[in-house]
């Protein structure tokens, strides 16, 4: 017999952390349960794919107000992007993410997680990985394929959405999580990891991202900051490039141009991804740290004792300073 909804093991382990998670109340806790159970829905209204999208549109704009703080306090000001955000990170430092062997608990994370909420990674039992059909891929009429490519990481959330999402959703290993992250990556999709306040105000997932169908990289051309700068930024070596404009093509985030018949990088609009360093055949990009654009979300130097042999062998290492 099916356990009704509120008291499935998944469920009561999601509240039971909320009780000991600070700050996290009640009103969270059902804002994450909606979130998460309804995940499907929740994501097609918010990109505007739904049929019910023009009235909740308007209904999170007179939340987003509320949540706004009083006129003239812009320094505790709180917009969507504060609530619900991603990370951007190179291939490797996605692949840390899934390659951790123990519990983490990373916060005061300002630097790397420029929101002034959801802002922690929490790991717990960091092996028990879902691949889950992407929200933002499955509500769009054309999606780009494959669908199941949003990694969920850890709990209680893994088993949340292993638990309510069973025909969209399955479980997985360390490996082929990182084969989903390598096959994204040679897609050229960017890994984001993502992070909700109603998610118990931490890390839950990597999202492999496409700005054709991805709500968040479509907020951010808009104007919403719902994304974070990988800490890097892409440099051109003009004595390599060939100007084959390859490298513009591949761009998700149209940081990179021509002129003159060498690739020129927009640093304003580039969030560091890696993905122009890794289509470039003549070896004439690199990512360079650009201290601006924030710290990078390394686990490898954050946590160095949580990851495995693996992981380790893959930190961050290799890239250069600005």
């Known amino acids: 017999m099916r356990l009704p909804d509120l008291i499935r093991p998944s469920a009561v382990a999601f509240a039971r952390e909320g009780r000991r998670t600070p700050g996290y109340s009640w009103f969270d806790w059902l804002h994450g349960y909606v979130y998460a159970r309804w995940l499907y829905l929740y994501i097609g209204i918010g990109i505007g794919e739904h049929p019910l999208a023009r009235f909740f549109g308007s209904l999170v ?28 990170m190179p291939f490797e430092a996605a692949r840390q993410l899934v390659m951790v062997r ?6 005061n ?17 960091p092996d028990h990985l879902v691949v889950l059909e992407c ?10 394929l494959p669908l199941d490519v949003c990694l969920i990481v850890g709990e209680p959330f893994a088993s949340f959405i292993a638990e309510h999402h069973p025909q969209r959703s399955r479980w997985v290993t360390s490996q082929e999580a990182e084969s989903t992250l390598r096959a994204e990556h040679e897609r050229g999709h960017v890994h984001h990891a993502f992070f909700k306040d109603a998610m118990l105000g931490r890390f839950y997932a990597i999202c492999n991202c ?25 440099r051109v070596d003009a004595t390599l490039c060939n100007g084959c404009g390859r490298c513009g093509e591949t761009c ?18 580039c969030m560091g ?4 360093v890794s289509r470039c055949e003549r070896g004439a990009l690199t990512l360079v740290r650009e201290p601006a654009k924030g710290e990078p979300l390394d686990l490898g130097r954050l946590a160095p004792q949580t990851l495995g042999r693996e992981g380790r062998e893959v930190a961050c290492t290799g890239y250069q300073d600005s």
């Not at 123990?102 to 916060?107: A, C, I, Q, R, S």
């Not at 990289?217 to 808009?222: D, G, L, S």
């Not at 985030?253 to 304003?268: M, N």
């Open 109 to 125: 994370l300002e630097r790397i997680i420029p929101y002034s909420r959801a802002r922690d990674i929490v790991l717990q039992d």
């Open 210 to 234: 496409c700005s054709c169908c991805c709500g968040a990289m479509q907020a951010w051309r808009r104007g919403t900051p719902m994304l974070a700068s990988s800490g890097f930024i892409s």
């Open 135 to 144: 929200p933002c891929r499955a509500s769009r009429p054309e999606p780009c």
């Open 252 to 269: 998700q985030f149209e940081a990179l141009s021509l002129g003159s018949g060498v690739a020129l990088v927009d640093v304003h609009l």
């Open 102 to 107: 123990e519990d983490v608990e990373l916060t």
């Open 273 to 276: 991804c890696g993905v122009c």
């Open 61 to 88: 704009g007179v939340l987003s107000q509320l949540l706004r703080a009083p006129k003239g306090d812009d320094a505790d000001r709180v917009t969507l992007a504060d609530t619900y955000h991603g990370k951007v």
